[in-house]
């Protein structure tokens, strides 16, 4: 199973662009990278997904380079409101390939 | 609207006494999964069920039971050899078909015993 490493934490000011980077060196041929964000005393929700490349969505993109051993989530002109736990979860979830394991996750606050 | 459902969203025991928590989803969706969640710290794996009748140990799963008798429903039952249960308690749900299908979570159980 892929093992994830993220930074702790990160502060950002409000209107930055905000890049939070997860390694995962022994990623599988099947695996798919999957981020979340998780406010307090909530369950986590899904930001965006990649399995190779760049992928682009109305609130983030996330770029993956070729040998697929890390991943960047980035979140363009953050808000006071994107201050939240941002996990890394990478694998698949079909078959007996099921057991999704979350990393510590990244603690991001944003200040103005 | 589709989603899941943990209730309560606070609930308190006594040391010594099983609890059960409920999770229920209506996106029928086949795997289910239980996490905890301690006070800054990540989620942390205690059972999955990729289909019904059918479960697997996570990464901590000593001290706690679960069952999968129907498709929409995973409660969990923290028995009274969890060391630690005080914890913040995540029910998920994957449609397990689909090999990038992410997680889907409910709103949490806050668990207190005393």
């Known amino acids: 199973l892929a093992k994830t490493t993220q930074p702790i934490s990160m502060d950002s000011y409000e209107g930055q662009e905000v890049n939070i980077t997860c390694s995962h060196n022994n990623i599988a041929t099947n695996d798919y990278i999957t981020w979340y964000q998780q406010f307090p005393s909530q369950g986590p929700r899904f930001i965006i997904q990649?399995?190779?490349t760049k992928v682009t969505n109305e609130v983030a993109s996330l770029f993956i380079p070729a040998d697929r051993k890390s991943s960047t989530l980035s979140l363009p002109r953050v808000s006071l409101s994107d201050t939240a736990v941002y996990y890394c979860?990478?694998?698949?979830?079909?078959?007996?390939?099921?057991?999704?394991?979350f990393g510590t996750g990244t603690r991001l606050q944003v200040t103005l | 609207d589709g989603g899941i459902t943990q209730s309560p969203k606070y609930l308190f025991r006594k040391e010594g006494q099983n609890v059960t928590l409920s999770c229920e989803q209506n996106l029928n969706h086949d795997a289910m999964y239980w996490y905890r969640q301690d006070p800054g710290q990540g989620l942390r794996l205690i059972y999955y069920?990729?289909?019904?009748?059918?479960?697997q140990k996570g990464d901590i799963a000593e001290g706690y039971s679960v069952s999968r008798e129907k498709k929409e429903s995973f409660p969990l039952t923290v028995t009274s050899a969890q060391k630690n249960p005080t914890a913040f308690y995540l029910c998920?749900?994957?449609?397990?078909?689909?090999?990038?299908?992410?997680?889907?979570f409910g709103n949490g159980t806050r668990l207190t015993v005393t």
């Open positions: 069920s990729q289909i019904v009748n059918d479960f």
């Open positions: 998920a749900s994957t449609t397990g078909r689909r090999p990038d299908s992410p997680l889907h």
């Open positions: 979860l990478v694998g698949v979830n079909t078959g007996t390939a099921s057991k999704l394991t």
């Open positions: 990649g399995y190779k």
